[in-house]
Structure formats: structure tokens, C-alpha cells
């Protein structure tokens, strides 16, 4: 004769099936506000193809909490490969935004300070090494760039580009 598990042991069962499912397929507070802001960031750009970039500008950070350069031209359809360098020996990162987003984001990477990215606008880069974004400007205007890891944004660590009409 087979045994039938008791109505609690199925139940207790089922509800731990559909928390882990729920769990594992929820966004963290940060992602999700991160994903509202890129939508809201319209004016910024959009994520480039390597296919279309028609030059490449290199910028150096450094553990003076500076850019170098920390202001770029470039014309809007342009697509430009940055190859973001860390000069310095802490982690750094080069995040293409408005100041509003940057603010709000600086505030959760206060909270989160071991954040991972993998927004086609941002590069986190580890001392010594390179990353690279490939970005397409849609539009004149100023666009900023920053590193928001906790405390670099307040000490300065941010540039300008410039959108020029084509």
C-alpha cells in the first residue's frame, strides 16, 4: 500500500516550489529602478554595434577620482568604442548617463557597494585592467559620464560629452 504525504508536508512543499521560482526570477531593488532609469534615459543614447563604430576614444581613470579626458565631442548617429583604462588600484567605472540617473545610481551603490553591471552603458573595471563601451549618441546635447562606485561621484570623478549636431 502506497503512503500519501499529509495535506501539510504537499502544501509547505508547494509554497517553498513557488517562493524559490518567484525568488529566482525577481530583480533586486537596484536592477529594477536601474532598468527604469535607462528607459527614462532616452536622451543619452542607445547600446552600439561593433559593426558601426566609427572611432574609438580611450579614457583613463585614476584613483585621483579623475577622467582622462574628462571632456569629449563626438556628432549625433556617432558610434564610439570607449576603452576605458584603470590606472588606478581600486576598482573603478565609466557609466554613461544623465546627472539625475548617476545620482540615484551613486545612491544604491552606497547601499550595494559589490553592485555587478552588465548595462551596454557601463564598464566596471578592476586595477590595471580595460573594458570598453560601444555607444550610439541619437541626439545633441550633453551627455555625462561617472564612476559611481560609493564616493567617487562626490569626489569629482565625472566628464562631459558633448553631441554636437552632425
Do not use: Y
Not at 512543499?13 to 526570477?25: D, W
Not at 588600484?89 to 544604491?108: C, D, L, M, V
Request: hydrophobic fraction near 40%.
Amino acid at each position: 500500500m502506497k503512503s500519501i504525504p499529509s495535506k501539510p508536508l504537499v502544501f509547505f512543499l508547494a509554497a517553498g516550489l513557488v517562493a524559490s521560482l518567484a525568488l529566482a526570477s525577481s530583480t533586486t531593488p537596484h536592477e529594477h529602478e536601474h532598468q527604469r532609469d535607462m528607459q527614462n534615459d532616452s536622451d543619452i543614447g542607445v547600446a552600439g554595434k561593433s559593426g558601426k563604430v566609427s572611432r574609438t576614444i580611450e579614457v583613463v581613470m585614476n584613483d585621483t577620482m579623475r577622467f582622462a579626458p574628462d571632456k569629449l565631442t563626438v556628432k549625433a548617429g556617432e558610434t564610439v568604442r570607449f576603452v576605458v583604462k584603470n590606472a588606478g588600484q581600486i576598482k573603478h567605472e565609466f557609466n554613461i548617463g544623465t546627472p539625475e540617473s548617476h545620482k540615484a545610481h551613486a545612491e544604491q551603490m552606497l547601499k550595494h557597494a559589490n553592485m555587478q553591471h552588465a548595462e551596454p552603458n557601463v564598464a566596471s573595471v578592476l586595477p590595471g585592467k580595460s573594458g570598453e563601451v560601444i555607444w550610439q549618441f541619437t541626439r545633441p546635447g550633453t551627455v555625462i559620464f561617472a564612476c559611481l562606485q560609493p564616493g567617487h561621484l562626490s569626489a569629482g570623478m565625472k566628464g562631459s560629452i558633448e553631441v554636437s549636431a552632425r
